[in-house]
Each structure stands twice: as structure tokens, then as C-alpha cells.
């Protein structure tokens, strides 16, 4: 069955500095991986994608995330974090034979002014 | 203009007492799916439904019973509530064929039962 890890709990960063939020996950098959966001009271809202191609990928407020696939992961990075950028930030897995996704058990971004 | 919708947003209700939320999609997906949400944020699939077919069914208690009349809309009943249903529960859609398609959340009811 897919899985996803998210190591850390919770990530802080200073407004300005980079962000990252490190997933791997493990699937038996080749994966679509997806990262979403949760702000406060809120549903899961998409941020982006890999589906196959460029290793890295782009999506929505700035971030990108890196496919690697020898080291099966996929952190999401940001360049340059806002204090807006705060919230609960979950990677998911789907294995292309299932439709079932994934959840990792997200990690919280605090984005210090 | 929501894209998945759900009612009510918040429930708060008595143990032992049967009560319903209700999910709909406008943006023409053929599945829908609920989630449960605890208090650690975990998340976790329940049910699957693609083209009003049972597709998910995870060990979720009996008392939970999904019903969709239509591929707009994916109810969620659940009988002789327990503390222990106590969660948020979220309604996504999306478009099943293509596995890349990502699910649409809806934005939550939080179910709290006294």
C-alpha cells in the first residue's frame, strides 16, 4: 500500500528565508504525487503536482516542489516565505493502478515576521 | 460560485442521535470522496463513490452510510453517533479518469458530539 512521510511536525522559518517541507513516500508502482494546503478552518486547497517529465515542479503562491525519484521524494519549496504562507501543509501519494490517495500527517509552517 | 460544498458547516450534536451532512460538486466530476480529519489533523479516506458506485469503503463503523443519488452529490449519514465521531469531515470530487486529476475539497463540517 502507498505511504507518505512527513518527518517533521512543524517547520518555522523567518518571513524572507526559504521554505522547505520534506515528504517521501513509498508506493509500489510509479506515483502521482500531490502537496495541498489547510489554513486555519479552511479545506484542503491543491498547490501542485508531478504527474511525469521535469523533476521539478511548479505551482500555485511561489512554490515548487523536486521529484527524486532514487531517494522517493518530493519536498516543496519556497524561495522567499510570507508570513501568509502559514499553515498546515500535506503531501499525498496515489499509485497510478489505484484511486486511492495517500495522506501524509502534514506539518505545520510558521512563518516568523 | 463554491466549487464542493458541504451543509452544515458545523454540527454539534447529542450521543446516541442520528444526523446527516451533505456534499455537492458543481464542476462535473464523476467521483466523490469523504474524509475524516481528528484532532491531530490526521487524514483519512471513508468512502469513495464514482458514477453513484461504492468504489471506497474503508473499516469505517456501519453507522456510517454514504449514499449518492446523483453524481453531483455524496451524502454522508451517520447513525448512534459516539464521542469518538467527533472530527471534520470533508467532501472532495474529482475527475477519475486521468489518476493525475487532483481532488477538490470541500470546506469542512466539523461534527462535535456531547
Known amino acids: 500500500a502507498q505511504s507518505v512521510a512527513q518527518p517533521e511536525d512543524q517547520v518555522n522559518v523567518a518571513e524572507g528565508n526559504p521554505l522547505t517541507v520534506k515528504c517521501t513516500y513509498s508506493?509500489?508502482?510509479?506515483?502521482?504525487l500531490f502537496w495541498y494546503v489547510q489554513y486555519p478552518n479552511r479545506g484542503l486547497q491543491f498547490l501542485l503536482k508531478?504527474?511525469?517529465?521535469?523533476?521539478l515542479v511548479k505551482g500555485s503562491y511561489g512554490f515548487e516542489a523536486e521529484f527524486n525519484k532514487s531517494q522517493t521524494s518530493f519536498h516543496l519549496k519556497k524561495p522567499s516565505a510570507l508570513v501568509s504562507d502559514s499553515a498546515l501543509y500535506f503531501c499525498?501519494?496515489?499509485?497510478?493502478?489505484?484511486?486511492?490517495?495517500?495522506f501524509g500527517k502534514g506539518n505545520q509552517v510558521v512563518v516568523i515576521p | 460560485d463554491t466549487a464542493v460544498s458541504q451543509t452544515p458547516k458545523y454540527l454539534v450534536t447529542q450521543m446516541g442521535n442520528d444526523k446527516s451532512i451533505k456534499c455537492e460538486q458543481n464542476?462535473?466530476?464523476?467521483?466523490m470522496y469523504w474524509y475524516k480529519q481528528d484532532s491531530k489533523k490526521f487524514l483519512k479516506i471513508m468512502f469513495s463513490?464514482?458514477?453513484?458506485?461504492?468504489?471506497i469503503n474503508e473499516t469505517v463503523p456501519n453507522r456510517f452510510s454514504p449514499k449518492s443519488p446523483d453524481k453531483a452529490h455524496l451524502n454522508l449519514h451517520i447513525n448512534s453517533l459516539e464521542l469518538g465521531d467527533s472530527a471534520v469531515y470533508f467532501c472532495?470530487?474529482?475527475?477519475?479518469?486521468?489518476?493525475?486529476?487532483?481532488?477538490?475539497f470541500g470546506p469542512g463540517t466539523r461534527l462535535t458530539v456531547l
Open positions: 463513490y464514482n458514477n453513484k458506485e461504492l468504489i
Open positions: 508531478y504527474i511525469t517529465g521535469d523533476n
Open positions: 472532495a470530487s474529482r475527475f477519475a479518469s486521468g489518476g493525475h486529476n487532483e481532488q477538490f
Open positions: 508506493v509500489s508502482g510509479n506515483p502521482y
Open positions: 499525498a501519494v496515489r499509485d497510478r493502478r489505484k484511486d486511492r490517495l495517500a
Open positions: 464542476l462535473g466530476h464523476d467521483t
